[in-house]
């Protein structure tokens, strides 16, 4: 079983529409769960950043993390062209480990 | 704009020539790293610096050779390498191990 499981599947959704994407895991030490978008031939960027359980709302965005079920989620609200990207989902235990675990990606278009 | 710069954005190398990636960062991040993403792919950890020090190198073939001269540069020394070596390299910085990486736009690279 991996590390980050993510349905790659891509996603259409017309302009306005709810995105909703996920991510489970299996390492119980995961503490830190971040969402990264990345647009074509750019850079990942950080989107979404959460510590342990809970939510988080930025502007159209929110972050999910559900640490019981090893389960979290990023909702886009009013979703525009603009958002078309792929979506990964990466987490680390901390504790002075660099590594991330990546989930595989979501791409997603916003059809206007 | 991403404050971690790379260059160049795009290199074609043959199988036998010597060039190097380049990384700067001015946000004070006392750990680097180099990631490879492939087309639609998650990126691949590489290296990681942390303090100018080499703290993770994940099994990567000698034929790359990264190099940090002091806490705002990093370099990839690239020498000998195939074709199936292409693929965008990214080069990131954090402040911590918490997973807040900020990600330059990458170098792609293509090897003849």
């Known amino acids: 079983q991996k590390e980050v499981e993510q349905d790659p599947g891509p996603l259409s959704v017309p302009e306005g529409a709810i995105v909703s994407l996920n991510c489970t895991y299996s390492?119980?030490?995961?503490?830190?769960f971040m969402w990264y978008r990345q647009y074509s031939r750019k850079g990942p960027e950080l989107l979404m950043y959460?510590?342990?359980?809970g939510n988080k709302e930025d502007g159209r965005f929110t972050a999910q993390v559900d640490k019981s079920s090893k389960y979290i989620s990023l909702f886009i609200r009013d979703s525009q062209p603009s958002d078309s990207a792929t979506y990964l989902c990466a987490m680390t235990g901390g504790y002075g480990n660099n590594r991330l675990a990546f989930g595989k990606g979501n791409q997603v278009v916003v059809i206007p | 704009d991403t404050e971690v710069t790379q260059t160049p954005k795009h290199l074609v190398m043959g199988m036998t020539n010597k060039k190097s990636l380049k990384c700067e960062q001015h946000?004070?991040?006392?750990?680097m790293y180099w990631y490879k993403q492939k087309a639609k792919k998650p990126p691949e950890l590489m290296f990681v610096y942390s303090y100018e020090k080499l703290s993770i190198n994940e099994s990567v073939p000698s034929r790359f050779s990264p190099e940090c001269p002091n806490s705002s540069l990093l370099n990839l020394h690239l020498h000998a390498l195939q074709p199936e070596d292409s693929a965008l390299y990214l080069c990131?910085?954090?402040?911590?191990?918490?997973?807040?990486?900020?990600f330059g736009e990458g170098s792609r690279l293509t090897v003849l």
């Open positions: 990131a910085s954090s402040r911590g191990a918490t997973g807040e990486l900020f």
């Open positions: 946000m004070g991040h006392r750990a």
């Open positions: 959460t510590y342990s359980s």
């Open positions: 390492n119980s030490a995961f503490q830190y």
